[in-house]
């Protein structure tokens, strides 16, 4: 008998890993890490739906704490989006999950450790290298990589042990957390399909534009409309104002770490609001170079973390680079919320450096004289005449 610990989400895949593992006579550990997507009444759901399954102990580890600390916070300061578009819901909660899977079994002293992953995903990378560094005498174990197993095949396993479950309600893959809920589905597995309304876990409840204030301290989300509250809060108290508005909805497609190309939807309209106004403040207060050198090192971090990386020693070095960059961005960011769209219209800081003291773009310049402007364009000039002077055509 084998002493598992499964990473278990209550969906479809680690239900089928459940079931088949715990019916081989092993003594499965079931183990749920929450990083903000699940409810109190969910979570009991899943100890009930676990331990009917087969297994041998279920256990919530709340991980919401450690999420924003670790990676949700670098991800704001580096205003991080995957091409541009995708705020990594699923692959930053995965490092942590990973991480908290690893403590547990080795506290339990488990022999092996088993994932829901396919073989034709991400999660499978960022799950084994986690898994292979941090405790490489632990087995791993991935009853779905290794049969190639589809979701429909997973359905049928658990219906015909006595498992209800519908295959309509299970052809769409979710993962929620608290930066953001992933879809994925038949319309993510072509190139020219959308996701239905219905596959989007928020729905349209307001229709009517409402104006907030979001509040960052040294680039940490502080306040909403002037109400203060701790980051964990406030994060999932503005994603669930901008779910009823159906606010921050896409489809990423990117290119995955074995090589093909995929699509996922998602849902996070919380996560995308607050980096655009965090990006919009940081606007007003950082100098031009600290905004590029930021740029390139939170797109590395980004790749990194959305690869597996995490534990590489180069992300702790940009981790204290976006520490550093954040000391002056504090200030209030004024948003307006609309249905499926949202305007930022501005910002307050002590820190703005758009100071009227040294002049007004394309109006006024107060601290230099026309004769300092033609002379530095002059300057700058130079370089391109001498080129093309020495280089003209004959």
């Known amino acids: 008998m084998k002493k598992i610990v499964l990473a278990y989400s209550g969906g479809l895949d680690t239900s089928y890993c459940l079931k088949k593992l715990s019916n081989e006579g092993n003594q499965v ?133 006595g498992v209800k479950i519908k295959w309509d309600s299970a052809k769409y893959s979710f993962n929620k957390g608290l930066w953001g809920t992933s879809v994925g589905g038949d319309e993510t597995l072509t190139s020219d399909k959308k996701l239905p309304e219905d596959a989007y876990p928020g729905q349209l409840k307001e229709k009517k534009p409402v104006d907030l204030t979001i509040s960052f301290k040294n680039g940490e989300i502080s306040a909403i409309d002037g109400k203060s509250n701790d980051p964990i809060t406030l994060i999932n108290l503005f994603s669930e104002k901008c779910s009823k508005y159906c606010l921050g909805r896409d489809i990423h497609v990117g290119d995955t770490i074995i090589g093909i190309k995929g699509r996922v939807g998602f849902e996070a309209g919380g996560p995308i609001v607050i980096l655009k106004a965090h990006h919009l403040l940081e606007k007003h207060t950082l100098t031009k170079w600290q905004q590029f050198q930021k740029d390139q090192l939170s797109s590395f971090f980004g790749m990194h973390l959305h690869e597996g990386h995490y534990l590489d020693p180069v992300m702790r070095d940009i981790e204290s680079f976006l520490e550093s960059s954040q000391k002056k961005v504090s200030g209030d960011v004024y948003v307006t919320l609309h249905p499926h769209r949202f305007e930022l219209n501005g910002i307050k800081s002590k820190n703005d450096l758009m100071s009227s003291d040294f002049g007004s773009y394309g109006e006024s310049n107060k601290k230099w004289t026309a004769q300092d402007a033609k002379g530095f364009i002059k300057i700058m000039s130079n370089q391109n005449k001498i080129y093309h002077h020495v280089n003209k055509e004959k």
């Open 29 to 161: 550990h079931a183990v749920c890490v929450n990083t903000g997507g699940f409810s109190k009444t969910q979570l009991e759901s899943f100890k009930i739906k676990a331990m009917d399954l087969g297994a041998f102990n279920y256990e919530t580890i709340n991980a919401s704490k450690s999420y924003y600390e670790k990676i949700i916070k670098y991800l704001i300061f580096g205003n991080v989006l995957r091409n541009n578009t995708y705020p990594l819901s699923v692959s930053a909660e995965r490092t942590i999950q990973a991480l908290e899977i690893i403590n547990y079994a080795n506290k339990n002293k488990a022999t092996h450790i088993a994932h829901g992953s396919t073989g034709a995903g991400n999660d499978q990378v960022r799950f084994d290298m986690l898994f292979q560094i941090m405790a490489p005498e632990i087995e791993i174990i991935t009853p779905i990589r290794d049969n190639n197993l589809s979701r429909l095949d997973e359905t049928k396993y658990l219906q015909k042990n």
